[in-house]
């Protein structure tokens, strides 16, 4: 190969070398710390940018989207002097690449041992049971002080959540006992509770059972009584109408002799001698021994509306009526007093 074709390719691959360290093309979301010499010259933004070849380098590559760093659990103790274990996730972005550059050497490890000191001092004031109940009030302050700690390192940290809280486990333990008492305390009030709703309907039904059933059984007596009066009204009004003499009652007594004499405890009957005057006296006793004239052309008043009552009532009317008919015909001498039994003899 020739002189001149050995020099031509050296300078081609000199060329390629210089365009390929002076061309940078910047990717979205990213800077680049460019120093001239050893100190710092400029920022690039996205997009292709020229450097000075052998004069101008890249520093650093700033990556400016939100990250987010999980930190170990770290042992904290409490207010009460009980030590936990919290696990702390980290939100940040970096605002100043040059001074996340320039200002720390490494602000991954500065912001965790932040992380961890602010923690121990947020927490120690709490107590066990804050501390377990105040995660937004642990996480907003957090985020103030670590934010206000990094703003020199051109960071700044969005957000800073509580991922865990382990109590020992001890505390864990009496934790569990107190919350299965507690289930057991509210179960224990909620079957009371519907024990007794359950007594008192009960005792509500019964009542009201109670109640409707002895109103029936007034309605009833109420009812039947006023059948029994209305039909005991009808015949006597029927019988004091008839008029009956001395005779149809002494027919009536002897009607009801052999009746009498069925009854199975009746071992022993005895009729009068004087029959005729027992008669007389139990018709005297009933208002009917004797009849005036005067008393033949009085009427007694019937109540009228008992007779409209049921069939009972009218058959017992009808009753009625049919004995005053006969009274009247004996009274008339329309039987004779051969038709009558002949008294028991002596």
Known sequence: MDPIGVLLLVVAVFLIIVLARSIRIVPQQWNYIIERLGRYRRTLEPG????????DSVRAKVDLRERVVNFPPQPVITADNLGVQIDTVLYYIITQPTAAVYNIDDYLAGVEQLTTTTLRNVVG????ERTLTSREEINSRLATELDKATDKWGLKVTRVELRSIEPPMSIRDAMEKQMRAERDRRAAILNAEGVKRSEILQAEGDQQSKVLRAKG????????????????QTVFAAIHNAKPTDRLLAYQYLQTLPKIADGSANKVWVIPAELTKSLGALGNALGTGSVSPDDEDEDIEVDTSALELDDSAAKALAEAQQAADEVKDISEGK????????????
């Open 217 to 232: 059984d007034r309605d009833a007596e109420v009812l039947r009584a006023d059948g029994q009066a209305k039909a005991i």
């Open 335 to 346: 039987v004779r007093d051969a038709e009558l039994p002949p008294p028991p003899p002596k």
């Open 125 to 128: 004031m709490m107590d066990l």
């Open 48 to 55: 292709p940018r020229l450097l000075v070849p052998f004069v």
